[in-house]
């Protein structure tokens, strides 16, 4: 029971992990229609500069603000200098220019970093164990992780329904012309959001840091972890990257904690211990599969995203 | 006429590779071998790439996959103690095709940035298998000890022989490709490229067509993997990783998409562009980078398209 | 009266709460052109895209020769003789003109599994494609890309290809539509001298050539039909005239 309500939990941690990258990945797509494989190092570079920033700045809160306001500039920098240019062209020139981003931040970062990888420590407060339900202990950092991604879902569902930004988004999303229509600055509504988007990734980075290493290529598996989100929630729809981020984070970590003992049962010990690894990280790949058939335009399309 | 200059250029490039064993001997610079044999078989899976990517406008983001699928049959049959190749590329090229029907026929279901992200996530699947499989080596790879056998008459052992082998190769995909573009099912796959619903309005099913494309470039780009675990004498999920696809596509996208002559000249270009980098600078990829940025801003219409294309 | 070939049924198409189609009924004959007019935003297009199958109806029924075709694929339909040109112009943009048909005619030769045989020197296909083109006067533009052609160049190579694929029932949606006066009297001429050959379904907004041309007019308003008949008896029909004529009936239209 402890176990289960610990794997819940990571399941959980990992969803809301993977809903910070998506969050921002989706919105670039439904808003501007780019497919940004460079999302990835914006929450390698958002790792980095809160590990190199917090030792700097001496403090774990200082260090981790400046390193997303930092990588929030960096977006804007990116968006201005060279994504704006790729918007009007088609999605092969958006994966061929990004994809020469990831090359030139994952070769920038050995410049600057060195390629050996770093920690990121956390603070006396946050380590350790606290008490979550009487007798399961659960550490508090990924506790706060948790708390974290739900007030960052929260400020979104805010951020998206209820504010101008929001409406614009919204607009944007299900109908791109239609915002140059109302007379809105579109160029300043894209790196807005972008920034945002780019502030997102650097906080979902920052919080995996501790947990896995901060290293080169740490934001590539996990970029493709959250495309597979968002083509099971719905390219554009922030409220299903929300549903299938937990959904893929529970599924994924459910199936490393159980799949292979429930193999055991059918199969041997010894094709279980082979074919469990293997199948449990194949899991929500298959999950994805499964939606495609099912409903190969995601759980809650955007309409005119679908091209 | 473009197309006789592009014909001749395609000539010209194919005897220029056919010379490649007798140069690297005559200046004594054997490298040159290792790196052409690289570079005519990823050559052949950029050809099959652009069968699709090309010439059917499917945006492939996984097409490494088969590289490791032919690759992994070889190296596992091996493993086992099969070394015929009447046993191993049989099994690589039905092995890719198969891999290619059922995850084809999912992903044509969707269209666009879909497309692109499911092809990757199933390339991510296979990687994370090999990645899982222990007794296969997961993350290690498996070394393979001895290539595939002939029954005698072939011996891949000898670099000049291996060279021309794949050689041959090349020039039998291409000359494939050459048929099948020219064909009444190649017409069909570059029309639903153009405009897929105006065809099926026309009465063609556009799917099928698609799937039938997809697993054609899939099981040459399997031939690929064969030939290149042959080359390497090893395999590893490596082979598999997306960076990998992104190369592929970048062949084809550098030399020129929908065109022949184009996935050759592209591999060439990368591979060439890779070294000369990497003898100037160990960060050579801090140049790539930007130059890819640079090609998918200005290799169509240029700069007078860049000024033009603000929207709205 | 000939049997019809294509039988329509109440169809009814909405879209969420609105109505786009509204129990509709209408039946096409071989060598009839049948009008369907209105105003803007009354359906008509809407009605072609559920002939052709691009849309799903939400009720009603489709029949070609009797059969039920209301959940067959665009293709599918295709095969049984169904053609369409499109209001908004729809070709293959980087293929010449003489492609364009080329592609249409082999489309109409069966299946295209075939990977072996060169198409580019194929006779069977480039021989009736050539045709086609010049039937619609374009043979001097059989070289040009489409996407180079003038609009009203487009919209005859448009008819080209629904023309070429053999089809016995032709879905018009505005074939006139953007052409000189010069270049819509050619396709009137034409339409007037193929008809006998297929049922057609002709949308079209100006009316000179709808009451020149067709044997029977439809008018849709919101959806429904308000009226249908020959077309005498539309011109003189007064809800028509109040709904959507009003003063914009040529005074000369229906002579022949």
């Known amino acids: 029971m402890t176990f289960f309500l610990e794997q819940l939990l990571n399941g959980v941690q990992l969803g809301l992990l993977l809903f910070l990258l998506a969050a921002g990945l989706t919105l670039v797509f439904g808003i501007m229609d780019l497919v940004n494989l460079a999302h990835g190092s914006l929450y390698m570079v958002g790792a980095y500069l809160a590990a190199s920033l917090t030792v700097m700045l001496k403090s774990f809160v200082l260090g981790v603000i400046a390193a997303l306001a930092g990588t929030a500039l960096l977006g804007i920098a990116l968006e201005m200098l060279a994504l704006r240019r790729l918007y009007p062209r088609d999605h092969l020139d958006h994966v061929l220019g990004?994809?020469?981003?990831?090359?030139?931040?994952?070769?920038?970062?050995?410049?600057?970093?060195?390629?050996?990888?770093?920690?990121?420590?956390?603070?006396?407060?946050?380590?350790?164990?606290?008490?979550?339900?009487?007798?399961?202990?659960?550490?508090?950092?990924?506790?706060?992780?948790?708390?974290?991604?739900?007030?960052?879902?929260?400020?979104?569902?805010?951020?998206?329904?209820?504010?101008?930004?929001?409406?614009?988004?919204?607009?944007?999303?299900?109908?791109?012309?239609?915002?140059?229509?109302?007379?809105?600055?579109?160029?300043?509504?894209?790196?807005?959001?972008?920034?945002?988007?780019?502030?997102?990734?650097?906080?979902?980075?920052?919080?995996?840091?501790?947990?896995?290493?901060?290293?080169?290529?740490?934001?590539?598996n996990i970029l493709i972890l959250a495309f597979v989100v968002i083509v099971i929630g719905g390219i554009g729809s922030v409220r299903g990257a929300l549903v299938a981020a937990l959904l893929i984070g529970l599924i994924d970590t459910m199936g490393r904690a159980y799949l292979p003992d429930l193999l055991r049962l059918i199969f041997t010990a010894r094709a279980a211990s082979v074919t469990g690894p293997a199948l449990s990280s194949m899991m929500i790949y298959l999950v994805m599969a499964a939606f495609l058939i099912v409903r190969p335009e995601g759980l809650f399309p955007v309409p005119s995203a679908r091209r | 006429?473009?197309?006789?200059?592009?014909?001749?250029?395609?000539?010209?490039?194919?005897?220029?590779?056919?010379?490649?064993?007798?140069?690297?001997?005559?200046?004594?610079?054997?490298?040159?071998?290792?790196?052409?044999?690289?570079?005519?078989?990823?050559?052949?899976?950029?050809?099959?790439?652009?069968?699709?990517?090309?010439?059917?406008?499917?945006?492939?983001?996984?097409?490494?996959?088969?590289?490791?699928?032919?690759?992994?049959?070889?190296?596992?049959?091996?493993?086992?103690?099969?070394?015929?190749?009447?046993?191993?590329?049989?099994?690589?090229?039905?092995?890719?095709?198969?891999?290619?029907?059922?995850?084809?026929?999912?992903?044509?279901?969707?269209?666009?940035?879909?497309?692109?992200?499911?092809?990757?996530?199933?390339?991510?699947?296979?990687?994370?298998?090999?990645?899982?499989?222990?007794?296969?080596?997961?993350?290690?790879?498996?070394?393979?000890?001895?290539?595939?056998?002939?029954?005698?008459?072939?011996?891949?052992?000898?670099?000049?022989?291996?060279?021309?082998?794949?050689?041959?190769?090349?020039?039998?995909?291409?000359?494939?490709?050459?048929?099948?573009?020219?064909?009444?099912?190649?017409?069909?796959?570059?029309?639903?490229?153009?405009?897929?619903?105006?065809?099926?309005?026309?009465?063609?099913?556009?799917?099928?067509?698609?799937?039938?494309?997809?697993?054609?470039a899939s099981t040459m780009c399997g031939l690929a993997g064969i030939l290149l675990a042959?080359?390497?004498?090893?395999?590893?999920?490596?082979?598999?990783?997306?960076?990998?696809?992104?190369?592929?596509?970048?062949?084809?996208?550098?030399?020129?998409?929908?065109t022949l002559f184009g996935p050759v000249a592209g591999t060439i270009a990368l591979l060439v562009l890779e070294e000369v980098l990497s003898t100037i600078t160990e960060h050579w990829m801090i140049v790539l980078g930007p130059l890819l940025l640079l090609m998918a801003l200005f290799k169509r219409g240029g700069l007078s398209a860049l000024l033009g294309g603000r929207k709205a | 009266m000939r049997e019809a070939l294509v039988e329509v049924v109440d169809l009814v198409k909405t879209f969420g709460g609105l109505v786009a189609t509204d129990e509709v009924s209408l039946t096409l004959h071989q060598g009839e052109i049948h009008a369907v007019i209105g105003p803007n935003g009354a359906g008509k297009t809407t009605l072609i895209s559920q002939l052709s199958g691009r849309l799903k109806p939400s009720g009603g029924k489709i029949l070609i020769s009797g059969r039920d075709v209301t959940h067959l694929p665009v293709a599918a339909r295709s095969r049984m003789g169904l053609a369409r040109s499109f209001q908004i112009t729809s070709l293959f943009f980087d293929f010449t003109a003489l492609d364009n048909v080329a592609?249409?005619?082999?489309?109409?030769?069966?299946?295209?599994?075939?990977?072996?045989?060169?198409?580019?020197?194929?006779?069977?296909?480039?021989?009736?494609?050539?045709?086609?083109?010049?039937?619609?006067?374009?043979?001097?533009?059989?070289?040009?890309?489409?996407?180079?052609?003038?609009?009203?160049?487009?919209?005859?190579?448009?008819?080209?290809?629904?023309?070429?694929?053999?089809?016995?029932?032709?879905?018009?949606?505005?074939?006139?539509?953007?052409?000189?006066?010069?270049?819509?009297?050619?396709?009137?001429?034409?339409?007037?001298?193929?008809?006998?050959?297929?049922?057609?379904?002709?949308?079209?907004?100006?009316?000179?050539?709808?009451?020149?041309?067709?044997?029977?007019?439809?008018?849709?308003?919101?959806?429904?039909?308000?009226?249908?008949?020959p077309p005498e008896s539309i011109r003189g029909n007064p809800e028509v005239r109040r709904a959507y004529l009003g003063e914009t009936t040529p005074k000369e239209g229906g002579v022949r």
């Open chain 1, 98 to 220: 990004t994809f020469g981003l990831i090359l030139f931040f994952n070769e920038a970062v050995r410049l600057i970093w060195g390629a050996a990888g770093m920690t990121l420590a956390v603070p006396p407060y946050l380590n350790g164990l606290v008490e979550v339900l009487p007798g399961v202990a659960y550490p508090i950092y990924r506790l706060a992780i948790i708390i974290a991604g739900v007030l960052v879902a929260l400020f979104l569902y805010v951020l998206v329904q209820h504010t101008r930004v929001g409406m614009l988004i919204r607009a944007g999303a299900s109908n791109r012309e239609m915002i140059g229509a109302l007379g809105v600055n579109i160029n300043r509504l894209y790196t807005i959001v972008f920034s945002v988007g780019a502030a997102l990734a650097a906080l979902a980075g920052i919080m995996a840091a501790p947990i896995l290493t901060v290293q080169i290529g740490m934001g590539e």
């Open chain 3, 103 to 229: 592609i249409a005619v082999q489309a109409s030769r069966g299946h295209s599994f075939r990977f072996w045989q060169d198409v580019t020197t194929d006779e069977a296909i480039y021989g009736p494609a050539r045709q086609f083109l010049s039937r619609l006067g374009l043979e001097a533009r059989a070289q040009v890309p489409a996407g180079d052609l003038s609009y009203g160049e487009q919209r005859q190579l448009e008819l080209a290809m629904a023309l070429a694929t053999k089809p016995r029932v032709l879905l018009l949606d505005e074939p006139m539509a953007g052409m000189g006066h010069d270049e819509s009297a050619k396709i009137i001429a034409l339409l007037r001298e193929i008809k006998n050959d297929y049922a057609i379904l002709l949308v079209e907004h100006d009316m000179k050539a709808v009451f020149a041309l067709a044997d029977r007019i439809t008018v849709l308003v919101n959806g429904a039909v308000l009226a249908s008949g």
């Open chain 2, 1 to 216: 006429m473009t197309l006789n200059r592009r014909l001749i250029a395609t000539a010209l490039l194919l005897v220029g590779l056919g010379l490649i064993p007798i140069i690297a001997k005559s200046i004594g610079y054997l490298f040159l071998l290792t790196l052409f044999t690289r570079i005519v078989i990823l050559a052949i899976a950029a050809v099959s790439l652009d069968l699709i990517l090309g010439f059917g406008g499917m945006i492939s983001f996984g097409h490494a996959v088969f590289l490791g699928i032919g690759g992994y049959a070889v190296g596992i049959a091996a493993h086992h103690g099969y070394y015929s190749a009447l046993v191993q590329w049989p099994i690589g090229l039905a092995a890719s095709a198969l891999f290619g029907l059922i995850t084809g026929a999912l992903c044509l279901r969707t269209r666009g940035v879909y497309f692109i992200m499911i092809t990757l996530a199933f390339s991510q699947l296979v990687y994370f298998l090999s990645v899982g499989i222990d007794s296969y080596g997961s993350d290690d790879g498996l070394t393979i000890y001895k290539r595939s056998t002939m029954g005698g008459l072939i011996d891949l052992g000898n670099k000049t022989t291996f060279y021309y082998v794949c050689y041959a190769s090349l020039l039998l995909c291409l000359f494939l490709a050459w048929r099948i573009v020219r064909s009444p099912f190649g017409r069909v796959i570059q029309a639903a490229r153009s405009n897929e619903n105006r065809l099926q309005v026309l009465g063609i099913a556009t799917d099928r067509y698609r799937l039938v494309a997809y697993v054609i």
């Open chain 2, 230 to 258: 042959n080359h390497t004498d090893f395999i590893s999920p490596a082979l598999i990783h997306w960076t990998r696809s992104g190369d592929l596509m970048i062949m084809v996208v550098l030399g020129g998409m929908g």
